[in-house]
């Protein structure tokens, strides 16, 4: 049976000096989830925020927050982006040389646990942790910045993760480049979770934001 389609924007691509107030257009815009690029300026070139601004946006949506951690050493900041108030943690395989540890410490947590993988990263490894996974980021740009083109070849490795997944519950997330022109190929793909940054955070208002997230969801294969 198809999976819904889930839009999550990044609030990477909100305006930063009024970000409550972009959180609350968006999810009155008709997010499904917000999205939250972590990045520690080590694990990625770029610096972005931590727990405590997860914490001071928590009040201004109830819609599940998405915890991307594209830090290293991860293991370290889980409870606190636990308890900042992410509903979804997401870590990168090629940060977590105990990935089943560190995934089972999610959901003990009380998260639902998720793993990103970059573009020149496999998938075949992932099926000893199926059992311990609620997502399955597939990485369409090279994580680290906003408003990069997306890499067309990644729709193989989503459907190869549709393949591993098989009857499983699990989410496929893909993060990098996704407008209306690319939701078309990695829905066909097997995708149902896509995050989208610029081509959400464009125009003024809500209503703005609404009209992006309309145009994305009419152009799923879902």
Not at 166 to 193: H, L
Request: proline share 5%; with cysteine.
């Amino acid at each position: 049976m198809p999976q819904d389609l889930i839009i999550a924007p990044s609030i990477l691509a909100a305006d930063f000096s009024s970000i409550g107030a972009e959180v609350r257009a968006v999810d009155e815009a008709g997010a499904d989830w917000i999205h939250l690029d972590v990045m520690d300026g080590h694990f990625v070139p770029n610096l972005t925020f931590g727990p405590p601004l997860i914490k001071a946006l928590r009040r201004h949506s109830q819609k599940p927050f998405d915890a991307h951690l594209m830090v290293s050493n991860p293991d370290t900041l889980l409870a606190d982006y636990a308890a900042a108030g992410a509903d979804r943690i997401t870590v990168h395989a090629e940060a977590c040389p105990h990935l089943d540890r560190s995934l089972t410490h999610i959901r003990e947590l009380g998260c639902k646990a998720g793993v990103a993988v970059n573009p020149h990263s496999g998938v075949d490894d992932l099926v000893h942790v199926l059992d311990r996974l609620d997502l399955i980021l597939v990485m369409t740009v090279n994580p680290g910045f906003g408003g990069q083109a997306f890499i067309a070849s990644m729709t193989d490795k989503i459907a190869r993760v549709k393949s591993l997944i098989g009857s499983r519950k699990i989410d496929i997330q893909v993060d990098g480049g996704i407008t209306a022109a690319t939701t078309k190929a990695v829905t066909a793909a097997g995708a149902n979770v896509l995050v989208a940054g610029s081509a959400i955070f464009t125009g003024d208002d809500a209503s703005a934001y609404a009209a992006n997230i309309t145009a994305i969801r009419n152009a799923s294969a879902l």
